[in-house]
């Protein structure tokens, strides 16, 4: 998440230095897009993973093919509407549609990791709400300073996972 929203959160003044000015204007909410993609993509591959070491790799493969008739109707209908901004978001939305469908496969098929998985869906549902809220609706200082919180909160969580891995279980760590 962190590096996601810092690069959505200032894709304009990257897109204006790595290329131009003028290309940075239109370029700039294609690049959110994809980003927000981006994040809803990797956080997809832990059910992905879990499906596939339980040896059901057909149903990827299916929800795969249930999932293309859905994009090419979004895709048409998005470069139609709004050009390569329309096909980003067609992309984002079926990269969204995905990560929902594998989490609820694999929430379906195995029981012992529901707990889990629904733990994962639920920051992951908290995360991208927090990603669209920093990136769409909120603009100057706020955005810069809530930018940051969640950035320190994304490394404060990373740091405590690192620590859980090393004690072994969260029972062996003492306050």
Same mark, same amino acid.
């Given at each position: 998440?962190?590096? /996601?929203?810092? =690069?959505?959160?200032?894709?304009? &003044?990257?897109?204006?230095?790595? @290329? ?12 959110? $897009? ?11 591959? #832990?059910?992905? =993973?879990?499906? +596939?070491?339980?040896? !059901? ?7 795969? $093919?249930?999932?293309?008739? /859905? ?11 709004? %050009?390569?901004?329309?096909?980003? #978001? ?15 496969? =694999?929430?379906?098929?195995? !029981?012992? +990791? ?7 869906? %639920? ?7 927090? *990603?669209? #809220?920093?990136?769409? =609706?909120?603009?100057? +200082? *706020?955005? @810069?300073? @809530?930018?940051?919180? #969640? ?7 990373? *740091? !405590?996972?690192?620590?859980?891995? !090393? ?7 003492? &306050?």
């Amino acid at each position: 998440l962190p590096a /996601v929203l810092v =690069a959505a959160v200032f894709a304009h &003044p990257l897109l204006a230095l790595w @290329l131009n000015a003028s290309f940075a204007g239109p370029a700039t909410p294609v690049l959110q $897009l994809l980003l927000i993609g981006i994040f809803l993509n990797s956080a997809a591959h #832990l059910p992905y =993973a879990l499906l +596939q070491a339980h040896g !059901r790799s057909d149903l990827t493969a299916r929800l795969h $093919l249930l999932e293309l008739p /859905v994009f090419a109707v979004l895709l048409v209908v998005g470069v139609h509407l709004f %050009g390569i901004t329309g096909a980003a #978001l067609a992309w984002t939305l079926r990269v969204a549609l995905d990560t929902a469908l594998l989490y609820f496969t =694999a929430w379906w098929l195995h !029981r012992p +990791q529901r707990a889990a998985l629904a733990r994962g869906a %639920g920051l992951l549902c908290l995360a991208t709400g927090a *990603l669209l #809220l920093v990136v769409y =609706a909120l603009h100057g +200082q *706020l955005q @810069l300073v @809530l930018t940051g919180i #969640l950035v320190a909160a994304c490394a404060f969580t990373a *740091l !405590r996972m690192l620590r859980l891995a !090393r004690l072994g279980t969260h029972k062996e760590i003492t &306050p």
